[in-house]
């Protein structure tokens, strides 16, 4: 039953899924007129780099958390 019912979770969220606007309309008017500067690295580039530096920040405490535990969890059943 409780498979059941994740899967049921599941199926609901990626069908009731709607597309998100990360930006408001000015902000990204004005790093996408950024980025197709061809001087290299620019305004809009950075903000972007930082915002993916930001996101990914929180996956990796997670799953060093969950390494954590997995390595305790092992090293707990051999004794």
């Known amino acids: 039953m409780r498979k059941l ?5 599941a199926a609901m969220m990626l069908v ?4 998100a606007g990360a ?3 000015m902000c990204k008017t004005a ?3 950024n980025q197709t ?3 290299g690295a620019t ?8 915002i993916l530096f930001l996101l990914a920040t ?10 954590a535990w997995y390595n305790y969890r092992k090293n707990r059943k051999d004794v």
């Open 23 to 25: 930006q408001c309309p």
């Open 5 to 9: 019912v994740c899967i049921l979770f």
């Open 16 to 19: 009731l899924a709607t597309p």
């Open 43 to 50: 305004v809009g580039n950075g903000i972007n780099k930082g």
């Open 31 to 33: 790093l996408k007129s």
């Open 58 to 67: 929180p996956y990796l405490l997670v799953g060093a958390a969950g390494f």
């Open 37 to 39: 500067n061809k001087k």
